[in-house]
């Protein structure tokens, strides 16, 4: 089949220019013509909240033949790229769904389509709804991908926010694959914590990551008292550049009294240094709000390190029993729903006391897991736990998470394929 896959690939950094690359290299496997395009100017510098959308890394994650036609502010490359997929004569255009901040440029490839060709139009979400929702977005998401086909989605949930949107939405869940492309670059423990100037005893908690609101990592740092007070040697590293307030976060540290068992490190993490992170800590914590698709859990796992809470790793394999607890239906982000800053011992007040309880609660649960999870297993013996242990496959020494995350992204593959065949794998 012959297959348009937009999305963007390096030079842009983070999980979805990953995701993309991993899928254009699994259509190529399956035996697919591939048509790869991708942004010639993928945000403005004056709407990206980050230093930079361009990936730093000396170790560079490159896709095979990607096309940068498209510019995303400038809708003459819009027709024109319409022109270049038609002479293409696709199978299949396949748009991926993050932000919609790229609504008008999908609406118009998907009216394009629409109006001239059978081609079906398959939209990946990667959230169906902004994780910062603001009134518009609803509006935009329900006319950009009304234009679609048939849709994939990570969790029920996401397929639930969906159909509610739209009712006759075709879609399939493929849980995010594991991001396996690290794996060959882990070294063990001591020698990252060297890098690092870890002590070998402490036992490290790593948040990683884009700091957001939906990340909680406000109500993470409230927990770390109480896990203190339990575990010896405790450091929480917190890497990954700050989208919000970091101000905010030091005072809540100081407030805490964290200041001497907490390191940051704000900036975008180069692959090369991936490894190191999280080669040194014991555990991942995950205390998002809210998870559609978690691509730092699915790192975690292709590292063999244990993700704290468990429901997160849960929520983005379809692990569950259907319920998705990590998954609030529909959450909300203002400063004063995330209940943001609100330390260990601050007292509830009556007229806040059901959201109060809420977040207190959800503070000494993840408090307990972590507690738990060091109480059991104390600091990491190995990168490479029981359930990573390499394995012989065809000749070659490979991971059982490597051939579980190749079997995850031939499963999206496949839903896509089912598209074009106008069925849907069972």
């Known amino acids: 089949m012959r297959f348009v896959l937009i999305g963007p690939v390096y030079p842009y950094r983070g999980g979805i220019a990953h995701y993309t690359t991993l899928f254009a290299q699994t259509l190529v496997e399956r035996g697919h013509e591939i048509q790869l395009i991708s942004f010639s100017r993928q945000y403005p510098s004056w709407l990206y909240p980050g230093s930079s959308d361009v990936d730093p890394s000396e170790n560079q994650f490159t896709a095979q033949d990607p096309n940068y036609w498209l510019d995303s502010m400038n809708p003459l490359t819009w027709i024109q790229t319409f022109w270049r997929i038609r002479r293409f004569e696709p199978d299949v255009l396949i748009l991926q769904w993050w932000t919609t901040f790229l609504a008008p440029l999908w609406m118009t490839l998907g009216f394009l389509f629409r109006l001239t060709t059978n081609c079906p139009l398959v939209f990946i979400c990667h959230n169906v709804l902004p994780h910062e929702s603001r009134p518009w977005d609803r509006w935009l998401t329900r006319f950009t991908l009304a234009w679609g086909s048939a849709f994939v989605v990570q969790s029920h949930t996401e397929q639930e926010r969906l159909q509610r949107l739209i009712p006759s939405a075709s879609t399939t869940v493929v849980p995010m694959p594991a991001f396996n492309m690290f794996e060959e670059m882990q070294i063990d423990q001591p020698t990252a914590r060297g890098h690092l100037g870890i002590d070998l005893e402490a036992q490290v908690i790593l948040f990683f990551g884009i ?100 429901e997160i790793v849960a929520a983005t394999t379809n692990q569950t029993d259907g319920s998705e607890t990590s998954e609030r239906p529909e959450p ?78 031939h499963d999206l593959a496949k839903a896509v394929e089912s598209a074009v065949l106008g069925k849907r794998i069972q």
């Not at 993470?220 to 101000?247: C, M, T, Y």
Request: glycine share 6%.
């Open 332 to 409: 909300e982000y203002s400063n004063e729903a995330l209940g943001r800053n609100r330390s260990v011992g601050d007292a509830i007040t009556p007229g806040d006391s059901a959201r109060g309880e809420s977040i207190r609660q959800d503070m000494d649960t993840l408090a307990m897991s972590l507690i738990d999870f060091f109480e059991e297993h104390g600091r990491r013996q190995s990168n490479y736990p029981e359930s990573v242990e390499a394995i012989q496959s065809n000749g070659c020494k490979k991971s059982k998470l490597s051939i579980e995350a190749k079997k995850r992204w």
């Open 211 to 310: 700091v957001r609101a939906y990340k909680g990592l406000d109500r993470l740092l409230d927990a770390i008292p109480a896990v203190r007070a339990q575990v010896d040697h405790l450091s929480l590293w917190i890497v990954g550049e700050f989208w919000e307030n970091k101000d905010e976060y030091l005072q809540q540290i100081e407030r805490l009294g964290l200041g001497d068992c907490v390191s940051i490190v704000d900036r975008y993490v180069p692959n090369e240094e991936v490894v190191t992170y999280f080669s040194a800590a014991d555990v991942l914590a995950a205390p998002y709000r809210y998870v559609t698709g978690s691509a730092v859990a699915q790192m975690a796992v292709s590292f063999g390190l244990p993700v704290v809470p468990e």
